[in-house]
């Protein structure tokens, strides 16, 4: 006997519920990526990116898995030298303080049990971060010393 009811859905880290639009939608063909349907809807892309962004720039797509986006972060937020704190939970957040040292960041890595001791320890950092539930990023960006 089954106990299935209904369409198995991915949920990693989910649950990643796709709508039956978007699943019809990737059972086409792939476009032709020099020429046609795919050119004029990068073009509307990038166009409504800088219309969203609210930027008279150009907008840059990064093309990249989730660790990419993570390195794009960090590159946008920091500049080098800077010190963060990232109060790691498990691999998410190790993951986190290993990005950051590699972007040559001064790095305090707390494990959860000890934030409180490791924050009264810490001068001044330029953002905390976290990893909440597994893969979520709690970031808060610190604009003035954390006193104790």
Known sequence: ????????????????????????AMHRAAPNIYEGEIIEITESVLKDLTSFAKTSGDAILYVANGHGAWEAAVANLF??????????????GLGWADLCKKMN???????FG?????????????????????KQLLLIYLTQEIQF
């Open 1 to 24: 006997m089954s106990l299935a009811q209904g369409r198995t859905h991915l949920a990693t880290p989910g649950p990643s519920i796709i709508p039956d639009k978007v699943l019809e």
């Open 79 to 92: 500049d080098p030298g800077d010190t963060v704190l990232v109060m790691a939970t498990g691999q998410f």
């Open 105 to 111: 960041l001064n790095v305090i890595l707390v494990d």
């Open 114 to 134: 000890f934030v409180l001791q490791k924050l009264q320890e810490m001068q001044f950092c330029t953002l905390l971060m976290a990893t909440v539930l597994g």
